[in-house]
């Protein structure tokens, strides 16, 4: 729903990729402003979109950059009330198809890594604790991006691995039962989450998907 919302900005991003911005992400900046009582609460607030939206970037942009080193061109890099997404010119095999998509994750594993590393030297004060924070969004991201359900990476890199070891037909069949279990989980596991932690994802993995990649014909 989110990923077709109508752009309302765009420019040339990394490796002269075109970067669309989509207005549900307006939605996003509202629900994190929202949360502000105050000018300080809003100023770090804001802080914490932008790493958010930043991080997502990046991973899109590990995407796109396995995609064109394959040869294959990336139309544009979409970021939205949801996430984001790499969208290619054309297909890819299912080879080429797993380094593209196992690349965002290893791009926000990456940042995290590094922003591990970096915050403890960091000045004590804002630097510190952006530089800390952006560590565990990435962490967040790349782990919660392998949950193997679609559309997630991970969703995807299980289909994949799958098909290395048997048809295609049992691939889809085994990652598709495999995802319903998680997505019918899903909705109890979120509730939980709000009600204990305070913690809510818009995000709710296609339970009807899933239902059909466990029927396929093998």
Request: proline share 5%.
């Amino acid at each position: 729903m989110f990923g077709s919302s109508k752009v309302i900005f765009e420019f040339r991003g990394v490796f002269g990729v075109p970067v669309h911005i989509g207005s549900s992400i307006l939605l996003l900046v509202l629900l994190f402003l929202s949360f502000g009582s105050s000018s300080t609460q809003l100023f770090y607030n804001a802080i914490f979109l932008g790493l958010v939206i930043g991080s997502i970037y990046l991973h899109e942009l590990g995407h796109a950059w396995a995609t064109l080193i394959q040869g294959i061109p990336v139309r544009r890099i979409m970021i939205y009330g949801g996430g984001g997404f790499c969208e290619r010119t054309r297909s890819a095999t299912p080879r080429q198809e797993e380094l593209i998509v196992a690349m965002g994750p290893i791009v926000n594993l990456t940042i995290w890594a590094v922003a591990s590393l970096a915050w403890p030297y960091m000045p004590e004060g804002l630097l510190m604790w952006a530089v800390n924070l952006l560590a565990w969004i990435n962490l967040f991201l790349a782990i919660f991006n392998m949950i193997p359900v679609q559309p997630l990476d991970g969703g995807k890199l299980f289909h994949l691995v799958l098909r290395r070891f048997t048809s295609s037909g049992m691939a889809t069949r085994i990652a598709g039962g495999v995802g319903l279990v998680i997505a019918i989980l899903w909705i109890p596991a979120m509730y939980l989450a709000y009600t204990k932690l305070g913690f809510l994802l818009f995000f709710f993995p296609p339970i009807g998907l899933h239902w059909q990649m466990l029927r396929r014909k093998l």
